[in-house]
């Protein structure tokens, strides 16, 4: 990845990772408020390669769900786990995959391609696995799905290997992992769930010079326009409200009918009309 902004943020994450699911309310107040200071590249870490896996208790699918729900409580991130015990994923490389082929066409839509592919898995309860989910959240963002395709059975596997190695070869052993770089190879790294000041922190160590752009609201409806869909932790942090004050304001703006909500059953999903 080129670019001419001073940082470049590595952040190792997979499609899976519900601790990846837990920091999306940091990292998109992070965008919102330094995005003239960073790029981010985002590499597959490769969390789930097969069921031979096991770590933290977790040895089989059905393992899954009822750790996804204690995260969703922890991180007041809103995640159904059922879908482990209805239609259980393999494996996590094939949307992994999926993510490192679509940002062959375009770097911004991959990213929000993974955030729907993140969306169908943790809320929709969707395998994300299965090529009938991938093009149909790889449609929605607006990329082209042939193509994809092609890049899914192809150049996509060996990007994808590339970040494995990669990720191999800096010691990356967890996710979500984050490392702060600056044009002079300096670097910091941020390791799992982190309040956003550790990740603003990291970034000012980096870069001081950055200056923090603040969030201006018109309205409460004005987040939409940068994030198309909000959990009510995502809108309270951006905003530096409560969680209950978020879910009050969400609330309104579904009641006007400005915004759907999806409710499941460990929270809520608001999405712009």
Not at 20 to 47: A, F, N, S, T, V
Request: glycine share 6%; proline share 6%; aromatic share 10%.
């Amino acid at each position: 990845m080129q670019s001419d902004k001073p940082v470049k943020v590595t952040y190792f994450t997979d499609p899976i990772c519900s601790t990846c699911w837990g920091i999306e309310p940091q990292l998109r107040k992070l965008k919102l408020e330094y995005g003239d200071y960073l790029d981010i590249d985002y590499r597959m870490g490769g969390l789930l390669p097969d069921w031979n896996y096991n770590s933290g208790g977790i040895s089989k699918p059905s393992d899954v769900g009822p750790h996804w729900d204690e995260v969703s409580a922890h991180y007041q991130m809103p995640i159904d786990g059922d879908v482990w015990l209805e239609d259980p994923l393999h494996s996590s490389f094939p949307p992994s995959v999926a993510v490192k082929a679509a940002a062959l066409q375009d770097e911004i839509k991959a990213a929000t391609f993974m955030r729907k592919l993140r969306e169908a898995v943790f809320l929709e309860k969707k395998n994300i696995t299965r090529w009938e989910v991938i093009s149909e959240a790889a449609a929605a963002v607006g990329l082209d799905v042939d193509q994809l395709k092609t890049d899914f059975e192809g150049l996509g596997n060996d990007l994808f290997e590339e970040d494995l190695a990669l990720a191999k070869e800096l010691g990356v052993r967890g996710f979500p992992t984050m490392l702060f770089t600056d044009q002079d190879s300096n670097q910091l790294k941020v390791y799992g769930f982190k309040p956003y000041e550790t990740f603003e922190n990291a970034l000012l160590a980096i870069y001081p010079d950055a200056v923090k752009k603040p969030v201006n609201l018109t309205s409460d409806i004005s987040l939409f326009e940068h994030y198309p869909t909000l959990t009510p932790k995502e809108f309270a942090t951006i905003t530096a409200i409560s969680f209950e004050e978020a879910e009050e304001q969400l609330d309104k703006l579904f009641e006007q009918n400005l915004v759907d909500k999806l409710t499941i059953k460990n929270g809520s999903v608001y999405r712009l009309k």
